[in-house]
């Protein structure tokens, strides 16, 4: 049975192994969860669950929902939550709605593929946007940081679509594949997870088993 859940990063830190190994790990809010909506091939055309992530209060609710949301909530009988996201599973009959889904489905040593939104950098140049080189730093170069070479001159006499140049840096859909779970505290809901995440302390991250065994 496949696994996933929607949880928010918290940070990075480090433990120790059994055997002394110093190991980096980011710690994840994993859950707890709530399924919102079942869907079916019958009456949605697909398998899927929908789940609620974030406690919100009902004046904060009604600030940050609109009316067709909030109703969404009523009419399932959940407590209305700040995000929502659907999961695709091959059986979801298993799933009911009011179902809480918790990190301790994980276990340690399972590997995950981790996605988020990566950091926002701005408005930034080739350099930093696509690792390019930079140019003579010499006073008389007059030229260090630029994006080089455009095209050829007389043929084709343009510039070709997708060079790298400069513009909007970060706030992409990221996925970190085959990551381990190192630690997994029920109790606080938080799964310790070997390496980094995309995204920012507090950034909203889906989780799942990775599709690379």
């Known amino acids: 049975m496949k696994k996933a859940i929607v949880g928010k990063k918290i940070g990075m830190t480090q433990v120790f192994t059994e055997d002394g190994r110093l190991v980096p790990v980011t710690v994840i809010e994993a859950g707890p969860c709530t399924v919102v909506q079942t869907k079916n091939i019958e009456s ?16 904060r609710a009604k600030k940050l929902l609109t ?10 009988g959940v407590e209305a939550k700040r995000t929502l996201r659907e999961f695709r599973f091959e059986d979801c009959s298993s799933y009911k709605v009011g179902d809480v889904l918790k990190c301790d489905q994980f276990a340690q040593g399972d590997k995950i593929d981790i996605t988020g939104t990566s950091k926002g950098h ?15 730093m010499a006073h008389g170069s007059k030229y260090h940081r630029g994006v080089g070479s455009m095209s050829a001159n007389s043929d084709p006499s343009r510039v070709f ?3 790298h140049m400069a513009g909007h ?3 992409d859909k990221v996925t970190v594949q085959n990551l381990e779970v ?3 505290d029920a109790e606080r809901n938080l799964l310790l997870v070997k390496g980094a995440v ?4 507090e950034g909203l991250l889906i989780i799942r088993d990775t599709c690379k065994a």
């Open 169 to 171: 840096y970060g706030v």
């Open 198 to 201: 995309p995204g920012p302390n």
């Open 161 to 163: 679509k997708n060079k």
């Open 122 to 136: 701005g408005y930034t140049g080739p350099i930093q946007r696509w690792n390019q080189h930079t140019g003579p």
């Open 67 to 76: 009316k067709p949301e909030i109703g969404h909530f009523k009419k399932a």
């Open 44 to 59: 949605d055309g697909y398998d899927a669950v929908q789940v609620g992530f974030g406690d919100l209060t009902e004046n």
């Open 182 to 184: 190192v630690q997994v």
